[in-house]
């Protein structure tokens, strides 16, 4: 059965294991670490399966109505198993509980030909992303970044 529990900080360890596993999506060592650290002093949702660690949700709060998933991973032998979904439709929840009403990812652009980043845009377009706005010198010229947003629902 699927736990998912809230962690006001301290997820850090918990996203350094799952981002291991992880090499295609989160291969760079320096943003990893970025990832990591902000995991240890923001907010997440972990979801568990038999007590290991399987996914992690980070989420940026930029101001009253408006809140990011700067971070979610899923360990790649619990993909398509509803861990993601889970993960977000708690996040969303809580999101609206407080008033927060846009929620935005940020993932590597089309621009950019991945397989494995097709699949994440697709699944956030399917929880009802939509694209706003690429960067192109976000992170860097190889790596372009799409920003997605969303309304929340109360």
């Known amino acids: 059965m699927l736990q998912?529990?809230?962690q006001a900080?301290?997820?850090g360890d918990a996203s350094r294991e799952i981002l291991a596993t992880l090499?295609?999506?989160f291969g760079i060592e320096q943003a990893n670490e970025?990832?990591?650290?902000?995991?240890?002093r923001s907010p997440a949702i972990v979801a568990s399966l038999g007590g290991d660690d399987v996914g992690i949700l980070v989420l940026v709060h930029h101001s009253a109505y408006a809140s990011e998933v700067h971070l979610m991973a899923v360990r790649p032998e619990h993909h398509r198993r509803g861990?993601?979904?889970a993960m977000l439709l708690h996040a969303e929840a809580s999101l609206a509980r407080v008033g927060v009403e846009f929620l935005q990812v940020k993932t590597l652009?089309?621009?950019a030909d991945?397989?494995?980043?097709?699949k994440t845009r697709a699944f956030y377009l399917a929880y009802g992303f939509r694209p706003l706005e690429e960067f192109p010198g976000l992170w860097d010229?190889?790596?372009p970044a799409l920003q997605l947003v969303k309304t929340i629902s109360r």
């Open 4 to 6: 998912l529990r809230d």
């Open 83 to 85: 861990v993601g979904r």
């Open 114 to 118: 991945d397989e494995g980043y097709a």
């Open 34 to 40: 970025s990832y990591i650290a902000l995991a240890e």
């Open 9 to 11: 900080s301290g997820s």
């Open 109 to 111: 652009s089309a621009s």
């Open 141 to 143: 010229p190889q790596n």
């Open 23 to 25: 090499p295609t999506w």
